[in-house]
């Protein structure tokens, strides 16, 4: 279970299901890929106040689970996670510029829902680490 986040002024319990389409909706997520997007969210949590609890790769978008402080906006989540893990991908693996001619790894959107509204954690986690199998 996630644990709440406790800073000099306040505890909270902020948890989000983010999912990230690849630009043009390309099958990029191999198995060399989804491992180097882990690490590299391991390297953001690191620096920022962004937690992803669970990542979930299918071939062509990615679902998160993500627990942050509520300074931090989601669209500055969106933000730092796209800008970042786009980076990385492409300085990581150099094949992925073959398909994503325009030079940019996501594309311009994204979902964002709290978890519990419409699905308590556990329901959502499960979901999120199913994404890609059959």
């Not at 002024?9 to 989804?34: G, I, Q, W």
């Not at 071939?59 to 300074?71: G, L, T, W």
Request: hydrophobic share 35%; glycine share 6%; aromatic share 12%.
């Amino acid at each position: 279970m996630v644990e709440h986040i406790k800073k000099s002024h306040n505890k909270s319990l902020l948890l989000y299901h983010m999912v990230y389409p690849v630009r043009y909706r390309r099958k990029v997520f191999t198995e060399a890929v989804t491992l180097s997007l882990r690490e590299i969210c391991a390297e953001i949590s690191t620096r920022y106040d962004i937690h992803y609890v669970e990542i979930g790769t299918d071939a062509d978008h990615v679902h998160f689970m993500i627990q942050s402080v509520p300074m931090l906006k989601v669209k500055d989540i969106v933000q730092i996670t796209k800008s970042l893990t786009a980076r990385e991908i492409f300085r990581r693996h150099k094949e992925v510029k073959k398909f994503l001619w325009g030079g940019s790894f996501w594309s311009s959107g994204y979902y964002a829902t709290t978890v519990g509204q419409y699905g308590n954690e556990n329901v959502i986690r499960e979901y999120v680490q199913k994404q890609g199998q059959q």
